[in-house]
Each structure stands twice: as C-alpha cells, then as structure tokens.
C-alpha cells in the first residue's frame, strides 16, 4: 500500500473514530451525517481497492462508544446484535429486494437493547454494546415504555427493538436547562445519557419517556416464518413495535418517497436517520452470510442524500451566546429541500480551519440541508484570504479569547462574565408564550435592547416605556407598533399567572408542567415562602430530588433572590390557592388518551380537566393505567392490544364523561 493511501485511511479513521465518539456520547458533533458518511464510504473503498483493513476501522465494528457511561454488568449476547449494510440508492434496495417482499419502516436513531422472556417473563434487558457483548440493564425494566413484563407465551423470546425518545419530549426537556451550552444536542444524545442512569435515578428516567419500539422478533419457540406476521403477534403481547409497510422491488421507489415526504414535512416526532428493508420470508434471510459486521441478508438500511448547493460566503457573523462566540457563515441565497437557505453556523474555530474558510467575498462554499433539516457548510470549493476573528465581543465590547475545550475543539469567548448576551436565552424564555407571554418580544427585538441598553434584568422590560422615543426609531419599528409592544408588556405585568410566571423564572430543570405541578401543591405565593423556608419539594409528584434540589440552589443564590424580589414588586400575580390534587372525581387514577375526542376542544383540553380533579395523564398505557380512552374501542392499535392483554378498561369519551363528569 502506497503510504499517501495509508496515511488517508489513517486520518479517516481517526476523524471517524473521534466523530462517532462526540456524537454517540453526548458531547458536541464534530461533523454532520452527511460529512461521516461520505468519509466512511471514502474508507470502504481504499480497503476494497487495496485490500487492507487497518487496525479500529469503523467499517469491521459495531460502535459500542455510545455506551461507554452505561455502568452495569457485561454479558454476552445470545444472538450476535449485528449491524446493516447502508445505500443512498432506491435501485439498491431494488436490486437486494430481488423478487421477494420486503418490509420498510423506520430506522430509528436511538439505542439498540435486546429484551429477553422466559415462561412469560421479561428476564433480561440488554444494550447492543459491541454487538457480541451488552451491558445488563434490566433494572430499569419499570422505567422505560413500550414493552410488557409479563407476555402470554410461556416459552423463549427473543426481541430487538430501538430505546428512543420523541422530539416533543426532547424539547420539554430542554426547556427545563437554562443555559443553552448545558443542553443535548438531540434526542439521540438524551437517551444514551438516560440510559447511562444508576438505579437511584430512575424516576428520572421515567420522567424522560424513553420508549422501546421493536423492530425484530430474533427468536420465538413458535414456528412465524413471515416478518410481518412475527410483528403483529409481538402487537398483540403488548409491545411498541416499529411501523411498517409491506412493498416489493417495484413498489419500492414510491415508498420510500412516501415516507421521505412524512420527515420532510417536519410533523414527524421519532428521531430517524435513514429507512431498513427486510425480507418477509425469514427462513430465506436466515440463510445470509456474515461481511466484517454486516448480516448479508438481515437487511439493508437506506440512508437520504442529502441535496447541495455552491454559493458565495458575504460575511461571517459572530453570535455571542451563553458560552461560546459561534461563527455564522451568511451567503448567497440557495434553494434546498424547498427552502430558501441564507445562513449557517460553522460551529467553532476548528471547524472554520478544517473546512478551510477564506476571506469574505472570495470564498465559494458548499451548503446542504443536513438530514434535510438543518443547514450545514460542508466544504470550500474555492478560498481565497483569510477570515478575521474579532478582538471584541459584539455584544459588550469586552476582550475576547481562545479556547480549547476537553475535545480539542478551539472556540472563541468572551471575558466579561456580566455581558448581557450569554442571558439572552434566558429573556427568551421569559417573554414566551410559556413565560410572561408577552407578544411582540422576538429574540432578535431582545437583542437589539440588550445591545441597546435598555435591558439588564427582567423586570427592565417593564419599564421599556422610557425608552419609548428610542424604540420607535428603531428598524422595524414605528408609533403603532412601539404601543402594540407596550400593551403587550402590560397585559402581562397584569394578568400574568402564578404557573406561567414561575416558568419564565428560568429555575433550572423546572418548566411549564414541573411549575403547574408546585403551585398546585402549595398555591401562590405558598410556593415562594415554601422556597424562603427551605421545604423540599421532594414528594410532590413529577417534581422528585433533583428537581427540588435545583429549586433550593437556584433560591439560595442571592442574584436570583433579588431577581425574583424585584419582579414580584413591579408585577401582580394574582393569589391561588393549593389544587388539592388529591380530591376530584379522577383522584388517584392515571389515564391514556389516544385518538379524537370530540367532547372535549382537544386532547390537551381532556388533559386539562383530568389533572383539575386530581388524576393523572400518561402517554403510553402501562400496568399503572387505570382507563385507556379511545372512542375507536374495537381498534387494533397497539395502545387497545396492549391495554387488552394487561387487563385495562378501555372506555370511550362519553363513558368517561359518564363516570366522571365533565
């Protein structure tokens, strides 16, 4: 082998390797899908045309990095947990299809466990691991859904599935975390650190919704030879299973174009990275061989090529945050995946040197959507100069600084720990409508009076009438929309209530739903001289020790106190009393809701007046569930099979209304 060659699979490697363990362990990505990708298929194919394969290639494992903080006894497999071979291709997933039918579904972007029954009992809960060796987490076998603990099959089984949490959960979470620097990067992430959880904390675990969906029945004492037959009668034992379609080779272009369309429409709330084919025959794929880490005939996940556009970098824009000055690249407008696209961030320092940015003007850069959601620069195609990096924060002035963070990775910051814009991200949350709802307040019209120095502290918003004159001379504003904003800002310092102000305090892990939950217990202003008395919130439900101790530390700090002081002074939260949420007509009892109502304006609306008479509301059905409310009572949705075989009512809208009232 030439040593050019070598020292390119070398670096591939070791960039793979690095990218694979930031991405898999929580830490900041270093590249986009798009950009792995493209380097591991650049690896596979110096191995085939030299045919030699260096030592920790990621093309001859099955990456075990995102368990590396997963704490539990290793054992091993009694299947091998193998990886797919991957296409950006529909004619390759023709071509493996054959004449045989397939199964298409979701290849979702979570953590692969392993759940094994025996004489009708969950007895084992495994991760992937290495794929040949997983660490035991059985333990957490009542924190995690979709999966039953007992089954109606007394004998041996064998089922794979994906750990993962939705995007609306994701994001409840994230509001709880105050400072963006602090917060996942997305679902993926949050899952693996959940499951890296000890036994203490599985309440937060549960509080996180991490959800099983099974993708494969690897083994059963039955004789199932269809894979779709072997899902559905893993539907009927109470599993989350992941959703399928069944095609063929012809059939096949306009499925994956179909299901392209749901994640390209943004209304799709699972994580996903790609699409996995499967043949229905299991018999057939049973006789597949084994290539370095891929079951040949297992089968074949499909991956999206990502569409790009050449375009010119006009300037680069440096957004100070709560922990880093982040490089914006602003160009030449593109069109992709049917969006207009004029920015992107360039992450850091490094990432602005590997891809080899260049002066403004004079630099030709490539541009994709990446995972047809975010914008992403993934090359220069042509550079001229150099970039500047600023001496001064643009928020505050103050020094800036170099540094290198435990990854290696080199980003710029500011030296003034007071500069308004690292609590930017802080008057956002406080103006949203999950705050003070004050409308009118966009992030970038913060910015503007932050940099103006209208705004210091939250209670500066409300006295934005004495900048009045100033405001209306602002771009984007005039006389009719200064009072719009002024009316807004005082409709809120009046009618703001008790839950909605408690969340735009920014109380660390402490949002809309965890807000309701206090105030309910104690009242307001219970709640705060509950805080000046140093209780625990502890047992208050949803809230737990974690949650009540960051309480107690946000309410120690003395800059939090005043913060806090200062608002109850300029504003009138009205007086509640505690809910009793242990009386009402629901008291003591946890529901599902699934499907239309049409009693009720909406589910959050049903949701509402259960929690109002003292019950509670859970988003998948469990052996804690009291009632599943489906007013399609004979469907076969996996929510009535699995209510069905743990012995849940299931009840329509007006047989609960019936029950209990409305």
């Known amino acids: 082998m030439e040593n050019e060659t070598r020292a390119r699979m070398t670096e591939l490697i070791a960039r793979l390797n690095a990218a694979s363990e930031a991405y898999y362990g929580g830490r900041d990505e270093l590249m986009s899908n798009y950009e792995w990708d493209a380097m591991f298929d650049e690896l596979s194919r110096l191995e085939a045309e030299t045919g030699e394969i260096l030592p920790d290639s990621p093309t001859q494992k099955v990456s075990a990095a995102a368990e590396e903080n997963i704490a539990g006894n290793k054992e091993p497999h009694e299947y091998p947990a193998l990886s797919l071979a ?42 992937r691991g290495n794929g040949a060796v997983g660490t035991n987490i059985t333990f957490m076998k009542d924190a995690i859904q979709g999966f039953p603990l007992t089954v109606s099959d007394p004998g041996h089984l064998v089922v794979r599935g994906e750990a993962v949490i939705s995007y609306s959960e994701f994001g409840k979470l994230n509001e709880t975390i105050t400072d963006p620097g602090e917060r996942y990067a997305n679902p993926r992430n949050l899952a693996a650190g959940t499951l890296g959880l000890d036994e203490k904390r599985l309440e937060d675990v549960r509080r996180r919704h991490v959800v099983f969906h099974a993708f494969t029945l690897v083994h059963t004492d039955k004789e199932i030879l269809s894979w779709g037959a072997r899902m559905d009668w893993l539907d009927t034992l109470g599993f989350t299973t992941v959703e399928r379609e069944r ?3 012809a059939g096949l272009p306009g499925v994956v174009n179909r299901w392209t369309e749901r994640v390209e429409s943004g209304a799709f709330d699972w994580p996903v ?4 084919i499967c043949y229905d025959d299991t018999a057939y794929a049973a006789t597949g061989s084994v290539t370095g880490h891929h079951a040949t005939r297992a089968g074949f996940a499909f991956k999206w090529q990502d569409e790009s556009a050449a375009t010119t970098l006009r300037m680069i824009e440096w957004s100070c945050g709560a922990t880093t000055i982040t490089p914006v690249a602003i160009f030449d407008p593109v069109q992709l995946e049917g969006t207009t696209v004029t920015r992107a961030s360039l992450v850091n320092l490094s990432e602005m040197e590997r891809l080899g940015i260049g002066a403004c003007g004079q630099t030709e850069i ?51 720990p007071g500069c308004p814009a690292k609590n930017l991200k802080k008057f956002e949350r406080f103006v949203s409508k999950q705050g003070m709802d004050i409308d009118g307040l966009s992030i970038e019209t913060l910015r503007d009076f932050v940099s103006a120095g209208y705004v210091h502290t939250f209670a500066d918003i409300f ?24 009316a807004a800002i ?67 700090d003395g800059e939090n106190r005043a913060v806090l002081e200062e ?42 007046y259960v929690e109002a008479n003292g019950g509670k509301v859970a988003g998948s059905v469990s052996k804690k569930t009291s009632f599943l409310v489906n007013n399609d009572i004979t469907s076969t949705s996996s929510k009535n099979q699995k209510a069905s075989a743990l012995g849940v009512p299931i009840i329509s809208e007006d047989d609960f209304i019936e029950r209990f009232g409305i």
């Not at 990275?273 to 996995?276: A, E, F, R, S």
């Not at 504003?571 to 509640?576: D, F, H, N």
């Not at 007509?585 to 699934?594: D, K, N, R, Y």
């Open 86 to 127: 991957k296409t950006k291709r529909v004619e390759d997933l023709q071509s493996w299809a054959g004449e045989r039918d397939v199964w298409l579904s979701w290849k979702l972007d979570g953590l692969t466990l392993v759940l094994t029954y025996d004489g009708g009992k969950l007895t084992r809960i495994l991760t």
């Open 247 to 249: 095609t063929d080779a």
């Open 273 to 276: 990275d790609g699409l996995v």
């Open 366 to 416: 490539e541009v994709i959507k990446a995972n047809k959601i975010i914008p992403k620069v993934t090359g220069v195609i042509r550079a001229a100069g150099r970039y500047e990096i600023p001496e001064r924060c643009p928020a505050c002035g103050a020094p800036t600084r170099e540094e290198a963070g435990v990854s290696g990775a080199r980003t710029l910051k500011c030296e003034n």
């Open 463 to 486: 006295r934005l009438r004495e900048h009045g004159e100033e405001i209306q001379k602002m771009e984007g504003f005039g006389a009719r929309s200064r009072e719009n904003l002024m």
């Open 490 to 556: 005082e409709k809120s310092r009046t009618q703001t209530d008790a839950v909605h102000f408690l969340t735009a305090l920014c109380i660390p892990q402490i949002g809309q739903d965890a807000a309701r939950r206090l105030v309910g217990a104690y009242g307001w202003p219970g709640f705060v001289e509950a805080m000046a008395a140093g209780v625990s919130f502890a047992e208050v439900d949803g809230i737990g020790p974690e949650r009540s101790g960051a309480v107690y530390e946000w309410y120690r």
């Open 567 to 608: 608002l109850l002074r300029t504003l009138e939260i009205p007086a509640a009393e505690p809910s009793g949420a242990a009386e009402g007509s629901c008291a003591g009892l946890t529901f599902v809701i699934t499907g239309e109502v049409h009693q009720f304006r909406n589910r959050d609306a049903f949701k509402a």
